[in-house]
């Protein structure tokens, strides 16, 4: 059986945080703002999944009233969120990202964050892409005043 999950996360920038994507810090004059550490690209894979799985959202299991989740490391989320996948007896077939900044400019750091999520998923990297691109002065994130993500995931049943 396979199921297929689709997510969505953004964040805005602000001076004074700092600027976590895929699990790693980012050299960078602002960070997004959030109840956790805020990082986009973990969000929407954490969405993905339980989108997947019919599970709800990530406010439901990891809400932003809840003071155990305040500046909490999203990779100990999207850990929390395998453990929910395995209990369902599903893995992932692959998973596809897009990270959308004006700046600061990510190729250089894709790989990393690529191998930050294939650790915590545990899943071989040749199932996680991850992608980055600006929209070109447009619209609020070309304006720098926030990030978005996005994130699709095929689930495939493990055992039968």
């Known amino acids: 059986m396979i199921r297929i999950g689709n997510g969505y996360d953004v964040h805005k920038l602000v001076i004074g945080r700092k600027l976590i994507l895929g699990g790693i810090e980012i050299p ?34 990891f809400p932003d009233d809840d003071n155990k989740y305040l500046n909490i490391d999203s990779l100990v989320l999207l850990k929390k969120t395998k453990e929910l996948m395995n209990e369902k007896n599903y893995k992932i077939g692959n998973l596809d990202s897009i990270i959308i ?18 650790e915590v998923l545990d899943v071989d990297i040749s199932k996680i892409s991850i992608k980055a691109t600006t929209e070109e002065n447009l619209g609020f994130t070309g304006r720098e005043e926030g990030i978005k993500s996005y994130c699709v995931v095929i689930l495939k049943k493990d055992k039968l």
């Open 28 to 61: 960078y004059e602002k960070g997004l703002l959030g109840h956790s550490d805020a990082d986009v690209l973990i969000h929407a894979i954490i969405d993905a999944i339980l989108g997947a799985l019919a599970l709800g959202d990530i406010g439901q299991h």
């Open 101 to 118: 900044a004006q700046r600061p400019k990510l190729k250089n750091y894709l790989n990393i964050m690529r191998k930050n999520i294939s």
